[in-house]
């Protein structure tokens, strides 16, 4: 299975200041079709998951431009450009190239 | 509006069976997959298997597969997840959501999501 590993795995933020935070995977997502299939999902606190970023840079319908999914091949990157009070919980990024599709372990990001 | 709506919170016993739903409205219920996703406390998401309403073609992830069954009545837009003997491991969290996929890859992941049934399994 292909795994992926998400850093750092807790995220200590000051509002308003940016957030990093990366997704690798142990083979290349890149599907035969030339797309590749890596998405990153925010969990608030006792709420269902949320797809943000879809392909691994297009943002989800309702999603503020403040976050951004780049990368390519094995190393990917979610960024959150100016943290706010309402991006506390769980992002994960999972993979939906190589079956059986796979989640990382999810990243905390809590403010300061 | 697009939605996935899940049947209630469940209190099971050791060795009883259940099953569980997820119902789907406004879009076509037949023309996307929907998959489920574990959560047990406190901790991440695994995906458990997935089921295409149109023609009920299910597929599990490895490391479900045997363990729970994926089902659809497409006529009522339903999907389930059922368990024939539970164990107090089952206790978690259990997401619906919506996907596309082709051949074995999910070109449209999980871009609708139930609001989760807890399943609690205890003697």
């Known amino acids: 299975d292909v795994v992926m590993t998400q850093s750092p795995l807790s995220l200590p933020v000051t509002l308003g200041q940016p957030a990093s935070i990366s997704c690798r995977s142990s083979?290349?997502?890149?599907?035969?079709?030339?797309?590749?299939?890596l998405n990153w999902f925010q969990q608030r606190p006792g709420q269902s998951p949320r797809r943000l970023i879809y392909k691994v840079s297009n943002r989800d319908s309702g999603v503020p431009d403040r976050f951004s999914g780049s990368g390519s091949g094995t190393d990917f990157t979610l960024k959150i450009s100016r943290v706010e009070a309402e991006d506390v919980g769980v992002y994960y990024c999972?993979?939906?190239?190589?079956?059986?599709?796979?989640f990382g372990q999810g990243t905390k990001v809590e403010i300061k | 509006e697009v939605q996935l709506v899940q049947s209630g919170a469940e209190v099971k016993k050791p060795g009883e069976s259940l099953k569980i739903s997820c119902k789907g409205s406004?879009?076509?219920?037949?023309?996307?997959?929907i998959g489920w996703v574990r959560q047990m406390p406190g901790k991440g998401l695994e995906w458990m298997g997935i089921?295409?309403?149109?023609?009920?073609?299910?597929r599990y992830s490895p490391s479900f597969q045997g363990q729970v069954t994926i089902s659809a009545d497409k006529s009522i837009s339903t999907a389930y997840l059922q368990w024939s003997s539970l164990k107090a491991s089952d206790t978690a969290m259990y997401y619906c959501a919506r996907l596309r996929v082709v051949d074995t890859a999910m070109i449209d992941a999980f871009d609708i999501w139930g609001q989760g049934t807890m399943v609690t399994v205890s003697s």
């Open positions: 406004g879009y076509s219920f037949t023309s996307y997959w």
């Open positions: 089921i295409y309403p149109g023609d009920s073609d299910t």
């Open positions: 999972m993979q939906g190239t190589h079956w059986p599709w796979t």
């Open positions: 083979q290349s997502l890149v599907y035969s079709d030339g797309n590749t299939y």
